[in-house]
Each structure stands twice: as structure tokens, then as C-alpha cells.
């Protein structure tokens, strides 16, 4: 019994009569002000509908039109109204924001709940909050065909606080060098950020980074920017050796909150209060009143919900040898590629802090040849799972011994370019972290600069902490399980595809994505590097382009350039004939604000395929959605005394929120890891009007399939590649351009082909 995390609603009234006017988009907040408070007014496609909020109203603008409620334009404007009604619905609160409409609670707090459960704890403990955060948002739905229809949907999260003054924070030991500050007390339409902290000087504080010219601000005026990371910062400080048991007891609270229970709790409640509050009055006489939970069923005739079929995992170009799980059947089959794979004695160059040097050689040595007799699992080592023949790791030795952490990144830097100069033909890399270096700024992290290093020479890099490589023998067979899977992956392998089916038309699908480049939330974030990631219908990775650095403006045309650059390379290199069918399928995750992705890749297909049948999709797949399903009759998976996933919908489920809009499930409740998690977003997905390949049923399952392509663990991932890939690439991008001598160069040429950035 699935249900969405919202509730249907009764419009009274059968249309409306308003005001039509044709703007442009740049004119509607000018038009807006000029109107003022009387109107109520709504944008949408090149025109503003205005409807007067009380007879006194004037100097109305545009034509008299009909709405009719019941049809999409009317629905829309009714949508537009009731988010605004609800700043009165809720009047006992103080908005965050007013679009979707958000407020935290007033009576329940996380960081107390979980320090009554710890003991005595410092005063400035009391400080931080963490505060659930609701956010309501009206939803526009079609569950089955031409029956539209709109839904209050809610969402639950948390709000990070610090009200703590800066200069208690400082007395109290905590290193707050490059915090984020923000203002105490921000007017309206200032911003709130106002830069990073530097340090105390008198009763002020001076600022590293900043907006504007102010480079000191009095210490009363701002505090710390509330985040997860900050409050480990301090609060690790503050509590020493508790900070594990407290962190944990917070991370309880907040799956007691938004866990699949938790958050049902809060929608009775939620419901119960809308359904006091109903109707909710509009303008124009509207009145909306406040239903049940939405729930999803099929009916005769129409499935709203579909199982989508279970994907197995290939080992064969004849996709004879296929498995349920992927390390199983790598174990049983080998590698996709094990008959083709060039690289079978491959180099590997061990890079490792001196002081930790023998328990890394014990633990690479179970990594490459497995455990042995000592563990019965079904790890049996890199070397004869992979079917290679030899694979040898060649030790660097980072001298680290009483080095400053600020010396860390040169000393590794040092040596590994001395190493390379005098022999640089390596395969792959192995780059071993002490725990405590791990977590350096970008600028000085050996993570970050040696990556950049052994990059620029073609080699692409697996990262490891002491700490994961000398965990218990248990859990480190399925560490060992991920870090051989991805190495192999970034040596140029192919660990296995999805048994997709091929059609009879040759198949890409193709990931975009971009990196904003700035390493600083104070520059003009105005760089850009497009993000192209492409691969066969059966998820066998073909390449991956960035294109040339660029300005937000010229965006649009990079983007084009590199996106007809790509597919002409493919065409090539597939050698598509005249006449001949193919469809091309692209993932986008959140394209620009106003660039039309879509329009411009269209046309980029349309100039490539002059002389072939194209057909075409283009999906938005996003996690960042305001729709969350729960499966009521879900009751969860108990191991070791805890019940994990309840209310969680298994994987593979597509529900229908719109003509062309579907919710996929890609985490059941036995891939929920822990019980203190909350309920999983199921992945959305949208097929852009433009448009010509349409099966909505085959390009859902498509992308679920995508999810079993991850190369980086043996699990799905809950992102299909398409938009994993361009995610980890932009990630790292952004913040190896903090390094010296970094250039992405290399990454079109040598690595065009590896997975480097598993």
C-alpha cells in the first residue's frame, strides 16, 4: 500500500475570472511592484495572471480571461494561491522562507534529546540546535491519465543553528579559522552571509574572505554558519572523548524524526492539523479544503504502479553468464572483460606514509591474494578474481615522521615527483592516508595533491585510510570488495554490464552535468566546465569529455560545441550509416538556471544525425524533489536487535505523479544501512516535451538498471551513473582547482577512457 507524503485537496468554485497580460520574464518583478499588495499574480509562459485580493484594488493590468479550475492553467493558479495561504495557515510561525513554505518547530529539539541521554554536558552545548525544518508545498499530479489533480505535499529535514557568540566559541579552544560567519541579525533582501573568520581582534572580529570591502565586523553582529560540518568542528572540541557516543545519539534522534516511522508520526500530525484549518480561504472566493493521504493503486484498466523488472548483472558480451548480485558473479564468472582485458601484470604504484608502512604492506598483500584460510568469505583477492597474472605494487615511502600537518602535502608532492622522474610507467595508483590528514583544506590535502600529480602523468589513483585497510578481517572483505572493483575500473576494465536487452538500433545514453569552478563561496561564481559522460544501451562506458572552461553566459554555446564534438566522435567511431535508427538517450541532474538544456541538445542531435533516424530523450533524473513514497504494509528488517527500512518501498517500483513523470524506487529496506537513516528519496524522473522517443516504461527501468553500474562498490547506487559519474567528476574538479599546477587537460587526452574519479 504505497502512499505519498502528502494530502489530496477539494477546490469549491468552478473557475475564475482574472487578468491576462503578455511580459517578458525581466518585467515581472518591476510589474509586480508596481501592482503591489492588492493583486495576487502568477507567471507562467510569456504571461501574468493577476486576480484583485479585495474590492479596493486598482490599476489592474491585461485582458479579462476564464480559468476553469478543473483544467491545467486554473489548477496552476489555484497552486500559486494556496502556497501563499499558507504563511496564514500557519501564522504561529515564523517563516524561513515563503516559496515552498518552511518553519521549524517550536517545541522539539534534537541536540537536547540527545544529550539527556549522555550526562552532564557543557553550558555552550546548549547553544546548538538542531531544529526539524517543515516545508509544505502544493503539487500538481496526474496518477492516471487526464485526471489532474492537486496535492499538499510535505517535507521534513533539519535545521542546523549555532546561536553561540563568536568570542565564546574562540575562549573555549575552538579553531574556527575559514568558518563561515553569517549575520545575527540580517534586514530584509541583505544577505546573511557575510564571510569567513580569521580571527579576534578587541571586540571585533577580522574576516579571511568577504563580500565587499568590509574586512572587520563587530563580534556581536555575527556567528557561526550552522552545518553539520561546523558543529563537528566545535562540538568535538567542546565534548573530547564523548563527541562519538554524542554524535551517535543526535544521528538516533534524527532517524527517530525522518525514518520511514518517524516521519509518518509527523504526517498524522500534520494531517490532523490541516484538517482543522480547512477550508483554507483564497482569493476570489477559492476555498481549499485539506484531504486525506494520498495513495497510489491500480485500477482495471491502468497501472499507475509498476514493477519494474529485477536487473542482473552481465558477464558476457553473449549475456549467457549473468548473476543477481555482482561480487558473486564476479567471483563465479570473472570480470566482463576478462578475454580482452590488455592489462593483465599491471604496475601499481603503493604510495605510503613511512610510519604505517608494514601494516599497509600486510594488508595489500590480503587485497591482492585474498585472506586465505584465515577467512571464509568469499573474498579470494584482487589477483584471481579479476583473472589476472600478476599484479605488482612497487612502495613509495613517505617520510612523515614529526612533520607539521601544513608540511604534509608538499612532502608527499616531493616524493612522488621524484619517483616519477625516474620511472612514471605505472598502470594505477595507490595512495595510503593517515586518518588525521585526510580531512586538510583543499589546497594542502595529500589526497587532492597527490591525485593531481599521478593525474597529469596518466595514471589514475585509489585512495585508502589506515584506518579502512587495517579494520577487522570481517568488514574488510567488503571494503576490499569496492577498492578492487574500482581499481580494476580505473586500470581501464570492465567489471560487468547490465543485461538491459540490446535493441536492433544502436543505443547511447549519455550523462550531462557541470562543475562550477570556484574555490570560494565569495568569488564570482561564474567558470563553468561542461561534463559529458557516455555510454553504450547496455551500460558499457564508452568515454568521458569535459569541455573548455567558460564564463555562466557563454555556457550555452560550450555546451553545444562539446555536446555536437561527442557525438560526432561517437558516430565515428560506431560508424552509423545512412538512414540507420538510433536512439539517444541523456540523463540531466540539474541543468543551469536559465539554460535551456534541452533546446540545445536537441539541436545538437538534430545537426549529427542529419543522416540517420534519431530518436530522442531526454530525462531530468533528480534526488532534489518534493515527493517522498512510503510503503505502509513495510514492517522492516530486523538484524541484531534493530528493525531498519520500515515503511520502505522496495526497489524497483515506478509510481506515475504526472503525464510524463514517474517516481523510481532504487533502495529497498534491505539496502538501508542502518536503522537511524531516513526514509529514501525515490529517484523522479522527467521526460522533456521536446522529445521524440517516449516509452517512459523502458526508459524507467533503463535508468534502474543504471543504478547496478556503479563501479565504485558492488551495491546499486541510488543515481544512475549518468548522473553519478558527472556528480563525482564535478566534485573533484571543483576541488582540485584549489591545487597548485592542476590542469584538466590530461583528462580529454590520456584518461578520456578510465574511470578515474571512481
Not at 293 to 300: D, I, M
Not at 489 to 496: N, S, T
Not at 582 to 589: K, P, Q
Request: hydrophobic share 40%; proline share 5%; with cysteine.
Amino acid at each position: 500500500m504505497l502512499q505519498l507524503n502528502g494530502f489530496s485537496t477539494e477546490i469549491s468554485g468552478a473557475s475564475l475570472t482574472v487578468l491576462k497580460s503578455a511580459i517578458s520574464p525581466v518585467q515581472v518583478k518591476e510589474t509586480r511592484r508596481k501592482l503591489g499588495n492588492s493583486w495576487f499574480t502568477m507567471f507562467h509562459e510569456g504571461h501574468l495572471y493577476s486576480l484583485a485580493k479585495d474590492e479596493n484594488a486598482t490599476e489592474g493590468i491585461g485582458d479579462q480571461t476564464l480559468l476553469v479550475l478543473s483544467n491545467h492553467l486554473g489548477l496552476r493558479f489555484v497552486k500559486s494561491m494556496l502556497d501563499q495561504a499558507m504563511r496564514d495557515v500557519f501564522d504561529q510561525y515564523d517563516p524561513v522562507r515563503d516559496r515552498p513554505f518552511t518553519f521549524l518547530a517550536q517545541n522539539k529539539e534534537l541536540v537536547g534529546s540527545a544529550a539527556g541521554n549522555i550526562g552532564e554536558m557543557p553550558q555552550l552545548l546548549s547553544s546548538f540546535e538542531i531544529r526539524p525544518k517543515y516545508e509544505l508545498e502544493a503539487k500538481l499530479i496526474e496518477l492516471r491519465p487526464n485526471e489532474l489533480e492537486l496535492m499538499l505535499a510535505i517535507n521534513l529535514t533539519t535545521r542546523w543553528i549555532c546561536t553561540a557568540s563568536v568570542v565564546d566559541l574562540s575562549n573555549a579552544g575552538i579553531p574556527l579559522q575559514g568558518i563561515h560567519l553569517v549575520r545575527t541579525n540580517a534586514e530584509p533582501g541583505q544577505r546573511r552571509l557575510i564571510g569567513t573568520f580569521d580571527r579576534i581582534h578587541g571586540n571585533s572580529v577580522v574576516l579571511k574572505e568577504s563580500y565587499g570591502e568590509d574586512t572587520e565586523v563587530p563580534a556581536e553582529d555575527v556567528r557561526v554558519e550552522g552545518s553539520k560540518e561546523v558543529f563537528a568542528v566545535c562540538l568535538r572540541r567542546l565534548l573530547g572523548s564523548r563527541y562519538d557516543g554524542f554524535s551517535h545519539a543526535v544521528d538516533n534522534e534524527f532517524g527517530k524524526l525522518c525514518g520511514g516511522a518517524g516521519f509518518d508520526q509527523e504526517l498524522q500530525k500534520m494531517e490532523a492539523f490541516l484538517k482543522v484549518k480547512s477550508p483554507v480561504k483564497l482569493h476570489g472566493g477559492v476555498e481549499v479544503t485539506i484531504g486525506d493521504r494520498v495513495r497510489l493503486a491500480n485500477e482495471p484498466g491502468y497501472k499507475t504502479i509498476i514493477e519494474l523488472p529485477p536487473g542482473k548483472y552481465s558477464f558476457d558480451r553473449s549475456r549467457t553468464k549473468l548473476h543477481q548480485y555482482a561480487w558473486d558473479g564476479l567471483a563465479r564468472f570473472g570480470p566482463f572483460d576478462r578475454g580482452s582485458f590488455p592489462t593483465r601484470s599491471p604496475r601499481i604504484l603503493l604510495v605510503t606514509p613511512d610510519t604505517v608502512s608494514g601494516k599497509i604492506s600486510q594488508a595489500l598483500k590480503k587485497f591482492r591474494d585474498g585472506f586465505g584460510s584465515s577467512q571464509k568469505s568469499g573474498y579470494d583477492g584482487f589477483t584471481d578474481t579479476f583473472h589476472l597474472a600478476n599484479p605488482v605494487f612497487f612502495p613509495l615511502s613517505v617520510k612523515l615522521l614529526g612533520a607539521e600537518k601544513s608540511e604534509v602535502a608538499r612532502i608527499y608532492r616531493a616524493a612522488i615527483e621524484d619517483r616519477l622522474s625516474r620511472d612514471c610507467e605505472f598502470d594505477a595508483a595507490f595512495n595510503i592516508l593517515l586518518d588525521e590528514h585526510a580531512g586538510l583544506p583543499d589546497a594542502h590535502n595529500p589526497y587532492l595533491v597527490a591525485k593531481s600529480i599521478l593525474l597529469s602523468h596518466g595514471i589514475p589513483v585509489q585512495e585508502a585510510r589506515v584506518s579502512t585497510l587495517t579494520a577487522d578481517e570481517y568488514p574488510l572483505q567488503f571494503t576490499f570488495r569496492n577498492l578492487a572493483t574500482a581499481l580494476y575500473a580505473k586500470m581501464g576494465g570492465v567489471p560487468w554490464t547490465v543485461d538491459h536487452g540490446e535493441t536492433v538500433d544502436d543505443e547511447l545514453v549519455v550523462g550531462i552535468g557541470n562543475a562550477e569552478l570556484s574555490g570560494s563561496r565569495f568569488e564570482k561564481r561564474q567558470r563553468h566546465i561542461g561534463i559529458t559522460t557516455v555510454f553504450r544501451g547496455d551500460g558499457n562506458y564508452l568515454l568521458s569529455n569535459l569541455s573548455k572552461e567558460c564564463k555562466y553566459e557563454d555556457y550555452p554555446a560550450v555546451l553545444r560545441e562539446s555536446t555536437v564534438a561527442v557525438l560526432r566522435e561517437v558516430k565515428t567511431r560506431n560508424n552509423w550509416q545512412p538512414g540507420q535508427t538510433v536512439r539517444i538517450v541523456f540523463h540531466a541532474f540539474k541543468p543551469l538556471k536559465n539554460v535551456e538544456v534541452a533546446d540545445i541538445i536537441a539541436s545538437s542531435v538534430k545537426e549529427v544525425g542529419s543522416e540517420q533516424t534519431i530518436e530522442f530523450a531526454f530525462l531530468n533524473v533528480s534526488l532534489d524533489h518534493s515527493f517522498s513514497l512510503l510503503d505502509m504494509a513495510q514492517r522492516g528488517v530486523t538484524k541484531r536487535n534493530q528493525t531498519k527500512g520500515v515503511f520502505v518501498p522496495r526497489r524497483g517500483l515506478s509510481a506515475q505523479v504526472g503525464k510524463y513523470t514517474r517516481l523510481v524506487t532504487t533502495t529497498g529496506p534491505h539496502m538501508v544501512k542502518r536503522a537511524n537513516l531516513p526514509l529514501p528519496k525515490p529517484l523522479l524522473i522527467h521526460l522533456h516535451k521536446q522529445s521524440t522517443y517516449r516509452d517512459l516504461s523502458y526508459l524507467s527501468e533503463q535508468v534502474l538498471n543504471f543504478t547496478t553500474l556503479s563501479w565504485r562498490s558492488t551495491l546499486p547506487s541510488e543515481k544512475p551513473v549518468t548522473i553519478l559519474y558527472s556528480s563525482l567528476i564535478a566534485e573533484l574538479l571543483a576541488r582540485m582547482k584549489s591545487v597548485d599546477d592542476w590542469s584538466p587537460a590530461v583528462l580529454n587526452t590520456k584518461l578520456r577512457n578510465s574511470k578515474w574519479f571512481l
